[in-house]
């Protein structure tokens, strides 16, 4: 299944701008996630939705802020970001917890 | 806490070798679930299995097979007649039970190089 998209699929942007990532899913699961993957780091859970309400936030800075408007979108906001948040931001969903798909993926470049 | 090793952080290998990826787990709960992902160059992770705490019946899908023991806490993976699209990065991971929209904890990954 793949079922879940992501845009872009890469950007750039200045520490003072600020900009989205959008995930949109397909497959009428009930969770998203937002994780963060940095060179030669283990993917980082950052946020995860259930049915709309976030239920984990792990201790990101707020300069990261998401957004889940209903079960199909997740957006996450940026603004103020810092150079060590060059990353891929990856989104993914499940039904009831069990295996995550996974979008493609923002390559986020910080300058 | 939980947690997930895998020791090999890069492994080459010759088309047509055999190649196993090793993936040690450690948790409290009786009752949880094993994952293997793929992550291509394109990035995308790419869900390939799934193993539940209760269920040790290996597995084999094709070229690949899983060898999950709990003896061990391990859930190894092997590719059989490794092919250069297998070239890809690797990762285990695992979800606790209890928690219905699960916090997955995955690896570190195991750079799987395939060389024609």
């Known amino acids: 299944e793949t079922g879940v998209t992501q845009t872009p699929r890469h950007l750039v942007m200045g520490m003072t701008n600020k900009k989205s990532l959008k995930c949109e899913q397909h497959l009428g699961h009930n969770a998203m996630y937002w994780y963060k993957q940095s060179a030669k780091k283990p993917l980082e859970l950052m946020f995860v939705?259930?049915?709309?309400?976030?239920?984990e936030n792990n201790s990101v800075p707020s300069r990261f802020s998401p957004e889940c408007p209903n079960s199909s979108h997740l957006f996450l906001h940026l603004h103020t970001l810092q150079p060590e948040d060059s990353a891929l931001y990856l989104c993914a969903s499940s039904p009831r917890g069990y295996e995550q798909y996974f979008g493609p993926g923002t390559r986020l470049t910080v300058t | 806490a939980q947690k997930v090793t895998q020791a090999q952080t890069e492994i080459s290998v010759v088309e047509k070798e055999d190649v196993t990826l090793d993936c040690v787990y450690e948790t409290r709960d009786t009752t949880y679930y094993l994952f293997w992902y793929k992550q291509p160059p394109s990035g995308e992770l790419v869900f390939l299995i799934r193993r539940n705490s209760f269920d040790e019946q290996n597995e084999i899908s094709g070229r690949y097979s899983w060898n999950f023991q709990k003896s061990t806490s391990s859930f190894n993976f092997t590719i059989t007649a490794s092919q250069v699209v297998d070239s890809a990065v690797y990762f285990c991971?695992?979800?606790?039970?209890?928690?219905?929209?699960?916090?997955?904890?995955f690896g570190q990954g195991t750079i799987l190089t395939v060389h024609p």
């Open positions: 939705y259930n049915f709309k309400e976030q239920t």
């Open positions: 991971a695992l979800l606790g039970g209890g928690t219905s929209y699960g916090k997955l904890t």
